[in-house]
């Protein structure tokens, strides 16, 4: 007897510990390594420090509380973090905004509801809380995306489209190097991605090579999306027009299928019996109305 209490209370202080020791991994959050070196590409300083304390107030300090004010809602498994408290600031930049637009669990996500700017406020107003904390200030500059120009040839006897990336500096046409380029094909649904993602050379070109059954319209022409990539100059695409495809006649996906088409008209049997169902149902209903209308008029009800 006296043995059997003391498994059980083996038991349950065993279980409550690997309870606590899970709960202890669930605190740490799995952000990918390229979101962890994230950085903001606005300087934190006291007006976006204000403008993101606006944007806590009115998003986190229901749950979260006021930083260093412990009026944080307790109700909650687990309780928020303070914001401004040591774990959560040895936490990087990149991580932070990483949590704001994934969540977890309670903690909501706000990819849709502040916008990556609004974020980096915010995160600016929490930094404010750590006399420790130097900004690292990212290389990326939003307004240089519109400097790029990409352009896209099709050299039709070898297959291969030649993309050029360059961006129009102060100083003249540079070339953007090492930049990821990704080439898709529109489809009904969604992008088809032709081969893999390249990166553009010292001149800024980069080539891909294109399968050559690929299916077009009428004429053989594809539409092919362009997409960039890069550190400094962010993400950029056109669409162009290419005749690459085969041509295929296709007729369109309802074009001979309507009742009433002048094409191929629907088989007398079908046009009968469609026609058979509609009379029917008038019938009915003319049945219906008539035996209401009678029941009015016995004065039964
Ligand atoms: C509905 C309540 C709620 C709201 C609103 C909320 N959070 Fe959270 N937040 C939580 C909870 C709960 C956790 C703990 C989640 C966990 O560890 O699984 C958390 C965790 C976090 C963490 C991780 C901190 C750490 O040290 O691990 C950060 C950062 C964070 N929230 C930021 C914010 C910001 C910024 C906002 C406002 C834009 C916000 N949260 C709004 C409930 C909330």
Known sequence: MLKNKLNTRLFVTFSLATLLILNCFSATWDVPADQKEKKSYIKFDKQTS????VLYNANCASCHGNPGKNNILKSLNPIPPDLSGKSSQALSDGDLQYILNTGRG???????????????????????????????LSKFDPNKSKLVKL?????????ILTVMALADEKSGKIPIIKAEIAVFVKRYFGNMQIEKTVLTDNFGKAQ???PKDLPGNKTGD??????????????????NKLAIGVPTDKPALNEKRAIWNVLAKAPIWTLSLYLLGVFAFI????YLLNNLRKLYNSKTI
Do not use: C, H
Request: glycine residues 4%.
């Open 50 to 53: 204000s403008q993101g304390e």
């Open 106 to 136: 309670l903690m909501p996500n706000f990819k849709n509801v502040i916008s990556a700017e609004d974020q980096w406020k915010v995160i600016s107003y929490l930094r404010g809380f750590n006399p420790n904390y130097v900004q690292e």
């Open 151 to 159: 352009t896209a040839k099709f050299d039709s006897k070898a297959n």
């Open 208 to 210: 891909v090579v294109f």
């Open 222 to 239: 594809l539409e092919v999306l362009v997409k960039l990539f890069d550190e400094n100059y962010g993400e950029v695409q056109t669409t």
């Open 283 to 286: 019938l009915l209903l003319l």
